[in-house]
């Protein structure tokens, strides 16, 4: 994109931070590949132990939220529910150990990420808006190295219109200069669009299976962009 057609400066982009800014997903699909080996179904297959899973996972989220924790005990009702043999307190701290294995991971930052922030910022306002336990999240963001690049950081329960809509009143935001950018079409793209805002999608290989969604580009006004990678946003902000 020439420079006379890209976005003028002064945006507001807020920018997602699990599998946008860094690897999250994997260390969860690594774990879920461990307790489904663990689990060593006779009858179902570890497709159908995955769906079983996932399941689960949304009745959590609806009273635990997103995080470790959920997480954790999504494994531990999962196997309740397919096991033949008793959760006893040993097995019940094996499969607890294969989700907060993943807290082990060092923040693992993705391509091309710091220096696009750092140009970035340096036309605009940048805020990281992520979901999630905000402990979890807020550690990883002070791990990161980011976040002298954001203006704010939120950590939020869910990413809905509603909150798209919190955020721009709390910081008094013009909808028609705000951005959310980020790889999942359910909570970064769909709703912020609702919301009325513009929305940047960046996809992600290994996207959470309950963050996919169809791109709903006419859910709002707002203007829907797609780019390869994190470092394109640069032809275009």
């Known amino acids: 994109?020439?420079?006379?057609?890209?976005?003028?400066?002064?945006q507001h982009l807020l920018i997602d931070a699990?599998?946008?800014?860094?690897?999250?997903n994997v260390y969860f699909e690594r774990a879920i590949a461990n307790f489904i080996s663990f689990l060593n179904h006779h009858e179902y297959t570890p497709d159908q132990v995955r769906q079983v899973l996932y399941d689960v996972e949304r009745e959590n989220i609806r009273t635990?939220?997103?995080?470790?924790?959920?997480?954790?005990?999504?494994?531990?009702r999962c196997f309740e529910r397919l096991s033949v043999e008793p959760l006893t307190p040993a097995l019940h701290e094996t499969i607890r150990g294969f989700a907060y294995a993943i807290a082990e991971h060092p923040v693992e930052?993705?391509?091309?990420?710091?220096?696009t922030l750092?140009?970035?910022?340096q036309r605009h306002h940048l805020f990281l808006?992520?979901?999630?336990?905000?402990?979890?999240?807020?550690g990883k963001v002070e791990r990161s190295g980011l976040k002298q690049h954001f203006t704010a950081v939120e950590v939020v329960a869910e990413k809905d219109a509603a909150t798209y809509n919190v955020l721009v009143e709390k910081y008094g935001l013009l909808r028609q200069s705000t951005w959310m950018i980020g790889n999942s079409p359910k909570s970064d793209i769909n709703p912020a669009l609702e919301a009325g805002l513009h929305a940047v999608f960046v996809p992600h290989r290994d996207t959470w299976m309950l963050e996919?969604?169809?791109l709903r580009p006419e859910a709002g006004d707002g203007r829907l962009l797609q780019v390869e990678s994190f470092g394109h946003l640069r032809d275009h902000f």
Do not use: C
């Not at 750092?118 to 910022?121: F, N, P, Y």
């Open 118 to 121: 750092a140009d970035l910022a």
């Open 18 to 24: 699990d599998d946008t800014l860094w690897e999250n």
């Open 212 to 214: 996919r969604d169809e």
């Open 109 to 115: 930052i993705l391509p091309e990420v710091p220096e």
């Open 64 to 76: 635990h939220g997103y995080g470790m924790h959920s997480f954790a005990l999504a494994l531990v």
């Open 1 to 10: 994109m020439s420079l006379a057609h890209r976005i003028p400066p002064g």
């Open 129 to 138: 808006v992520t979901k999630g336990n905000i402990t979890e999240q807020s």
